[in-house]
């Protein structure tokens, strides 16, 4: 315990005198928390439509009226044809194209149907989808509101109808900020965590303290817990300085206990920093450690669940995901705070990364390589 002592103090006044990594642990939390939810927004809005009404009737313009009012369409342009609506398309000036054609407000009221066209610009694949979603779900809309107003109904309705009723649990007001704030933060805690200590040992090569140190009597894990602790306290003042801007910011407040979440967080915090020490003692130089560290967190990141659903993943993909701890921290994330999940609900995703932290900290003493 004297040896990690002051293996501590030397690890602590490394770190303050260090103001880069003082401000990265203080502002870049900050700063990301209140910019990155803001800016990853799952709703697509400002849509660019293109019209091409060849009908120009009342119906054609309660319809063209009635999507521009949704709030997600902007009418980029009204043509008389649809060779000039596709020149929109081609310059990136609209993203959907609709056409209403001759005798829209006639066939609906005699014919009692009419069909529409509409173009989706495919090349943002998430926005064609989404847009033509909206577009198709504001029509069906359109045509119910028509077929209440033109079809009187009976007292009595011989047709039988089924009534649904939702409710949003967990996230009342379908607010994406709430979803994405616990998974960022926990991004935020997996880079400032796992860069640190990816780049600690390797510095102490460049700079040859190394060398001193391993003709000193400190043993191997003696040596690997000093660098892990100061980190792993450094980790956990970044995830509450998280969770007051998320409170204060949001109104994020945490559903489940606090000792539950933070429980999870001093065992992942293990798997991360053992991760970059790990990487550490393969590497010579920091910018080998940058480079191998950032090839991983954006594979973490990517395939962690935070963007893209892991169930909508292939089968690969998520037997990848398995070995993702960051997976498993954005899922304990939202169950504690959004649901309110207690130990017996997180416990298989506490084992796993458990297993990890023993995995990656045991190799990282046994590939550390002390020279007398």
């Known amino acids: 315990m004297r040896t990690i002592k002051f293996l501590l103090q030397k690890e602590f006044r490394q770190i303050f005198r260090n103001r880069a990594i003082v401000s990265m642990i203080v502002f870049m939390p900050v700063m990301q928390l209140i910019v990155m939810p803001m800016a990853a927004d799952y709703e697509v809005k400002n849509i660019n439509l293109s019209v091409v009404d060849h009908d120009h009737s009342t119906y054609s313009r309660s319809l063209i009226n009635k999507i521009t009012a949704s709030g997600y369409f902007r009418l980029a ?81 011989p047709m039988p109808s089924i009534d649904i009723s939702s409710t949003n649990w967990f996230n009342p007001l379908m607010n994406y900020k709430v979803f994405m704030v616990p998974g960022i933060l926990a991004i935020l805690v997996t880079m400032v965590g796992g860069f640190l200590t990816a780049l600690n040992i390797v510095k102490e090569k460049e700079v040859g303290t190394i060398e001193q140190i391993n003709v000193t009597p400190i043993k191997k894990h003696h040596f690997i817990l000093g660098k892990l ?22 109104g994020i407040i945490p559903l489940g206990h606090l000792i539950v979440l933070y429980s999870f967080v001093w065992v992942y915090l293990l798997v991360v920093m053992g991760f970059g020490l790990l990487i550490s003692t393969f590497c010579d130089t920091q910018q ?8 991983f967190m954006m594979v973490f990141i990517l395939m962690g669940g935070l963007f893209t ?37 997180i416990l298989p995703h506490l084992a796993s990364v458990g297993v990890f932290a023993i995995i990656l900290n045991g190799w990282a003493i046994l590939n550390y390589k002390k020279t007398s």
């Not at 993909?317 to 609900?345: C, E, H, W």
Request: with cysteine; aromatic share 12%.
């Open 309 to 345: 659903s892991i169930e909508s993943m292939p089968g690969w993909a998520q037997v990848v995901t398995r070995f993702n701890p960051v997976s498993y921290l954005i899922a304990v994330m939202r169950m504690v705070i959004l649901k309110g999940s207690g130990f017996s609900d």
């Open 229 to 250: 602790i100061p980190f792993w306290v450094l980790g956990n003042i970044v995830f509450t300085v998280g969770l007051c801007v998320s409170y204060i910011i949001y």
């Open 77 to 157: 342009g009204y043509n008389p044809s649809f060779k000039d609506a596709f020149h929109l398309i081609e310059s990136d000036k609209a993203d959907l194209i609709l056409e209403i054609p001759h005798g829209f407000e006639k066939n609906l009221i005699r014919e009692n149907e009419q069909k529409l066209f509409v173009a989706v610009n495919a090349i943002n694949g998430t926005k064609a989808n989404l847009g033509g979603a909206y577009l198709g779900n504001i029509i069906r809309n359109y045509n119910m509101d028509l077929r209440l107003e033109l079809i009187q109904p009976s007292r009595l309705n």
């Open 288 to 295: 080998q450690a940058m480079f191998i560290m950032f090839f």
